[in-house]
């Protein structure tokens, strides 16, 4: 019995060892697993969050303006949505420059040319009213645009970035700027739908101007008619967008019935939007629902 104990007691011995150094495998490669997860995810974030390059604003124009006379109107709308047209582009470069350049470069590249842009856009506006009414001065301090966002700690210098708070309000209002440029150009056409044939070739929709039909536009509407303006610019390009899509499909109604029709009852709406914007304060226009049917041009 003496020589059987020893015997028994260092199996047990292997046995445990054996079992603690399975145990103690398990837990280094649960661990090693384990500790690979985490850093995998935090890598993953850190470029997502660097990839990230903010948002270009700009002070509102459109709400500054004072009374724009009827014979300025087209050109001021044209410039107004060319000021969007100038964010929108600066916002496209801050994309596609993600990581160039140094700490200066979206101030260099990208904030300083906008407001030079800005300043010469903002200058026409001005020239246009004053032709035949008080030319209004100050506008200049509309032109500096900030970068706001996760990206503008490196490309937005301090003297920018003061204009952060201001600017977030006022672009909201520039935004509805996107432009009549379309929509106020001479290419513009008043006629029926008669042209509007099958969707055999995609074509192009036009539509009649309404900028160039509105009368003096007070102060306190400016706002609210730009934006009605450029949503009628934006049903354009819709319209433009399905008649492209669906070429070949339907019958020879096909444009009138699925496009042509629904794009002159919106137009219908948003011109009498216009006309009730500007009817608070002064008289309302009428006969702008004539201009609500566009037609497609081959």
Known sequence: MSRALPKYNKRRVVILGGAAAVALSGAIIAGTALAGTPS????TDARTLAASPGTITCPDVASKLPAIPASAQAEVTRNLTLLQTQIDEANKRLVSTVGQGGPNFVNNAILGPLKDKRVATVNRIAT???RTAAKPTGLDALAPCALNGAGAGAGAGGANNGNAAGNANGNAGNAGNAGNAGNAGAGNNAGGNANAGGNAGAGTITCPDVASKLPAIPASAQAEVTRNLTLLQTQIDEA???L????????PNFVNNAILGPLADKRKSTIDRIAIAIGRTSTKPTGLDS???CTLTK
């Open 244 to 251: 492209v899509s669906t070429v070949g499909q339907g019958g």
């Open 128 to 130: 246009a009213i004053g």
């Open 240 to 242: 433009n967008k399905r």
């Open 291 to 293: 201009l609500a049917a």
């Open 40 to 43: 995998k995810g935090n890598g």
